[in-house]
């Protein structure tokens, strides 16, 4: 079960990682999340950030201010991985119970599939319109083989496993950063940042809103996968240095992409449809290479999620080789786009998508973290991968329900405003209140348990 290399597919799943088969330096996380996140979809967050009501301004704001609280989540959520040698998802074991945390390993699979579909229909869309450009219509035949073939692309990188894809990342960071600074210099000066600017705004409860649509589509969806990448870095390696190198990673460029989304979206709503909306507003010579460095970044950023979903799938207790899960997750993340492909549906099962899922991420970081901060990031190794303590934790389960009901409550989304959100003006307080709700469940909880109080002396 040994780690990847160039020449063959890695076939760990969530075994630990022994001293010996440890590799690289914490700022490869740095490399990897931001070759991840740079991608056509972190524009189009930001330009649904506009699409709320906000100015130009407040859209500013709400992007670093969400993307400030949302970051250092995944940051934290990676210490875990050089001291524990396992996958985000495993090391939560340690707050649900083995049993108890592959509830949590099915939640965390679904969120990833959502996005793996969500990217993978942005590729066969972009890949539609540059055969229709090339004079090939797109039949359902057609539909059918660009799915089939893109679908099959994206299973190369996440089967090779760790090693190549830390690597493929340096590179694919340094062509993204260029890509995606030529479309700025293309886009930007067509921007009226003085009209954009003095546009009247929304309320603030809508500005609340902005915030957490943000953290939901950043640095809170991408925390359980932060040890995944961090666990095959030495166990001496600074905690400091993971959480710096994995946080600044995502948001670095989380930031900029979304107020250049934000931006854009001033010449034209269309922009959050980044294939046949955004392309109006760049020259007619850059269409075919911003729909390649689409295809491309977003084929890249799903490696990363399948990746991680396979393991997430093993957490939940299927047992199925980390090849297997991926596949698996190919085979199903194909059937959703050709279903959205056909039915012309992204953009609303996108909105829905993001909306919900804070309702279950918001209070399991804060269970994760809550729980590493008592036991002083000390862990019961065997006890992670099923070998002691088999069952559940009621106080990770208890806090995590309590959470998702007080989360569920405060939600304000497209398509569901909970009591407490319209008590409050609309405002959407589900992540910080879910946050709140389970840290505290938790540590109440769980502070006089014997495993807990051992760790901490």
């Not at 948001?251 to 001033?266: E, I």
């Not at 009621?394 to 409550?409: E, K, N």
Request: aromatic share 10%; net charge positive.
């Amino acid at each position: 079960m040994g780690t990847s290399t160039g020449s063959r597919f890695e076939r760990r799943g969530i075994d630990l990682v022994p001293e010996n088969e440890r590799y690289g330096r914490p700022r490869d996380l740095m490399f990897l999340w931001a070759g991840t996140t740079m991608t056509v979809f972190t524009v189009v967050y930001g330009a649904f950030v506009i699409a709320l009501g906000l100015s130009f301004p407040q859209a500013v704001v709400a992007i670093v201010l969400g993307n400030l609280l949302a970051y250092p989540l995944l940051g934290l959520a990676s210490v875990q991985g050089p001291a524990t040698g396992t996958t985000t998802l495993t090391i939560s074991r340690a707050s649900y119970g083995p049993e108890g945390g592959r509830v949590l390993g099915v939640f965390a699979w679904l969120t990833l599939v959502g996005f793996e579909a969500g990217g993978l229909i942005l590729v066969v869309f972009a890949a539609l319109t540059l055969l229709e450009r090339a004079g090939v219509a797109g039949t359902p035949g057609v539909q059918v083989a660009a799915v089939v073939v893109l679908a099959g692309v994206q299973l190369l990188l996440p089967l090779f496993g760790h090693a190549v894809m830390m690597r493929a990342q340096k590179y694919f960071t340094a062509i993204f950063t260029v890509a995606f600074a030529v479309m700025a210099v293309l886009v930007l000066p067509k921007v009226d940042f003085a009209a954009a600017t003095g546009a009247e705004g929304a309320p603030v409860s809508m500005v609340i809103v902005a915030v957490a649509l943000v953290m939901a589509s950043g640095g809170l969806s991408w925390a359980p996968a932060g040890s995944n990448f961090s666990r095959y870095l030495p166990r001496a390696t600074s905690r400091r240095a993971v959480a710096a190198y994995a946080a600044v990673g995502g948001f670095v460029p989380y930031v900029l992409l979304q107020v250049l989304g934000a931006a854009t979206a001033s010449i034209t709503l269309d922009v959050s449809d980044p294939i046949s909306g955004l392309p109006g507003v760049l020259p007619a010579w850059f269409v075919v290479p911003y729909l390649v460095l689409a295809m491309v970044s977003l084929l890249v950023q799903n490696s990363t999620n399948l990746y991680s979903s396979g393991l997430n799938l093993q957490t939940a207790g299927i047992r199925v080789s980390r090849i297997g899960m991926i596949v698996v997750d190919t085979v199903l993340c194909a059937v959703i786009t050709y279903i959205a492909v056909v039915g012309k549906s992204f953009y609303d099962m996108l909105n829905a998508f993001l909306g919900l899922l804070v309702i279950w991420l918001a209070p399991w970081v804060a269970i994760y973290l809550t729980d590493w901060l008592m036991r002083r990031g000390r862990y019961d190794l065997d006890s992670l991968s099923g070998g002691r303590r088999p069952g559940y934790r009621l106080p990770g389960l208890v806090a995590q329900a309590l959470g998702m009901v007080v989360a569920a409550l405060w939600l304000h989304s497209s398509t569901y405003t909970g009591p407490l959100a319209s008590w409050t003006g609309g405002a959407d307080l589900s992540i910080p209140a879910g946050m709140a709700v389970a840290a505290v469940t938790y540590w109440l909880l769980a502070r006089h348990e014997p495993a807990i109080s051992r760790s901490s002396r």
